[in-house]
């Protein structure tokens, strides 16, 4: 077997959303009949255990969507931008984000545009059409993709 995609090393990473919020629904089936207590009427912990089930899905489901639609990883070889991978031999330009990707240019992932949290970083296809990268630390992606392409050039 040869060396596959996930044997390069990862030169930038963001993993589109973070695992804390998927917390908040057992803090408040743990919490909430703590917190009853204080109340007049006695605790009534199935309610809180309830509601922090009710709270857990919904927000396990969104954390999940955002990390499988939102992660930007880039190795040696590939540039993984959301559900889209792009091989990085069809890269060969990158710009720095001055905020020019944002509207009018073609994001990667599938998405309509950048998302407004998100920094753009404009990079030039083989074909010449260009392309939004997106991640929230767009001068890191920028730098990350910036030193893969330098390396990636012919010495003259």
């Known amino acids: 077997m040869g060396a596959g995609p996930d044997d390069d ?3 930038f990473a963001e993993a589109g959303a973070p695992w804390w919020p998927v917390l908040i629904g057992p803090v408040v089936a743990v919490g909430g009949p703590f917190l009853d207590r204080l109340a007049p009427g006695g605790a009534t912990p199935w309610a809180w255990v309830v ?14 969507t ?30 720095p984000p001055d ?7 073609k994001p990667f992932g599938d998405h309509p545009s950048v998302l407004r949290h998100l920094g753009a ?28 392409l330098a390396e990636r050039e012919p010495s003259s």
């Open 66 to 95: 955002r990390r499988r639609l939102l992660k930007v990883r880039l190795t040696d070889t590939e540039l993984v931008q959301g559900e889209e991978v792009v091989p990085l031999e069809r890269l060969v330009g990158v710009r």
């Open 121 to 148: 970083v404009v990079v030039t296809m083989d074909d010449g059409t260009r392309r939004a990268a997106w991640a929230r630390d767009a001068e890191g992606l920028h730098a990350a993709l910036a030193s893969v």
């Open 51 to 64: 509601i922090g089930v009710v709270l857990l899905a919904p927000i396990a489901l969104i954390v999940r």
């Open 9 to 11: 090393p990862v030169r």
């Open 99 to 105: 905020g020019s990707g944002r509207f009018g240019i």
